[in-house]
């Protein structure tokens, strides 16, 4: 192992979710300056980046490039699932490790994928656990029309269908569509108890900016009312949509008003690494993805992906949100979830937090689909077993 081990840095900083993209890149390059500063580690790590500016068809190239120009084994990033699996068969193909940091629908697992970020037996199921017996059962859901939008509304027509509960509608855009007032004008006709909101980017801003509206002109549709959950929105974006988020919902691995003095000191140590965002849960698991990589790398005593997967598997390590480790069975790891009820300011209130990390179960096959406390379907009218391989 040389002194100077590369490290992959695979973000769109540009483009329709640039947002998240540059939250992503940002956590980031925070925990390689910490690792190289820190002088607990007989290595230095070199970032190297690419930014595919939003276009799906770019990450593959560019992550391939990188690969054969530097010779890395390691790479940190993607944004939407799309992208995500344009890059596995590249890593795959190259004998090299994606860390993907952003939530995802599940259903996947991969040998050179980590999955440093929750699926949806700890985003999804959490929240609807929370907001079900507080709103009621009968939903509206929408999505961008990709894997993530889809899989989502999926799982989540599954758990209201064990619930009691109805799909009241269910409507997915174009990526970037923001077209939506179609959308909003539905919900106003039908009524649901809650809105799921899959959208991404510029989709999801207009639709959270056009309920607003809807609410203001009719009290029946306030955020106090008839919520918007989302489970891939956090303080950047929230923070741009001020007033039109104030009240709805949201489910993440971290939030940057969680209490405690370990929160208080990664915030001051991190402060002014972040860009012009606020500290969110995607930089904080970008940030955990490289702290694993080099703490694992420091375990196994080279870059190579089996031995360094391997410790990674073997070394609980500290992240910003807790204690964890990588799920042997599965390359996902082990997350809390809070539920945080979004402030105009672009800040959440943390209504709701964990009392432990949440084993991933990413074909949910162990997991519990009803709501507790919700109207069970009739043993007569349940959907005959799944095997998942």
């Not at 002194?3 to 980031?28: D, E, H, N, T, V």
């Not at 801003?205 to 306030?222: I, R, T």
């Not at 949509?241 to 370990?262: D, K, M, N, R, W």
Request: with cysteine.
């Amino acid at each position: 192992m040389g002194s100077s081990i590369p490290i992959g840095l695979l973000f769109s900083r540009s483009g329709l979710y640039w947002a998240l993209g540059q939250q992503g890149f940002y956590g980031a390059l925070a925990a390689i300056e910490t690792v190289n500063a820190s002088g607990e580690y007989p290595f230095e790590l070199v970032p190297h980046d690419a930014d595919p500016e939003g276009n799906t068809d770019r990450y593959a190239g560019l992550c391939r490039d990188m690969i054969k120009r530097t010779g890395l084994r390691h790479v940190v990033g993607c944004t939407t699932s799309w992208s995500r699996k344009e890059v596995i068969p590249v890593v795959e193909k190259a004998d090299a490790l994606l860390w993907y940091p952003c939530v995802y629908e599940g259903f996947e697992a991969s040998e050179n994928v980590v999955y440093i970020a929750a699926s949806p037996n700890q985003h999804l199921l959490p929240l609807l656990d929370y907001v079900v017996p507080r709103f009621g059962r009968n939903a509206f859901l929408t999505g961008s029309n990709y894997i993530w939008g889809w899989e989502m509304n999926r799982i989540a027509r599954e758990v209201l269908h064990h619930s009691g509960g109805r799909v009241l509608g269910e409507r997915n855009v174009p990526i970037g569509d923001v077209e939506i007032h179609h959308i909003v004008a539905e919900i106003k006709a039908k009524k649901p108890d809650f809105i799921l909101n899959n959208l991404i980017g510029p989709s999801s801003h207009a639709f959270l900016k056009a309920y607003h509206e809807l609410g203001l002109a009719d009290p029946a549709f306030a955020a106090g009312v008839r919520p918007v959950l989302s489970c891939n929105l956090y303080e950047g974006e929230a923070a741009l949509l001020g007033p039109s988020i104030a009240g709805h919902y949201t489910v993440s691995c971290y939030f940057q008003s969680l209490s405690g003095e370990a929160n208080r000191a990664f915030l001051q140590q991190v402060a002014g690494k972040q860009g012009t965002h606020p500290v969110t849960a995607f930089f904080v698991e970008a940030y955990a993805s490289v702290m694993l990589i080099a703490n694992a790398i420091r375990q196994a005593g080279t870059d190579d992906i089996a031995e360094v997967l391997a410790a990674a598997k073997t070394h609980p390590f500290s992240t910003p949100f807790g204690e964890s480790i990588v799920d042997a069975r599965t390359n996902h790891v082990l997350m809390p979830a809070h539920i945080g009820r979004a402030r105009a300011d672009g800040d959440f209130d943390v209504v709701f937090e964990a009392g432990g990390a949440i084993e991933p179960d990413p074909f949910l096959t162990r997991s519990r689909l009803g709501i507790p406390g919700a109207e069970a379907m009739s043993p007569a009218k349940a959907p005959h077993l799944r095997v998942v391989q």
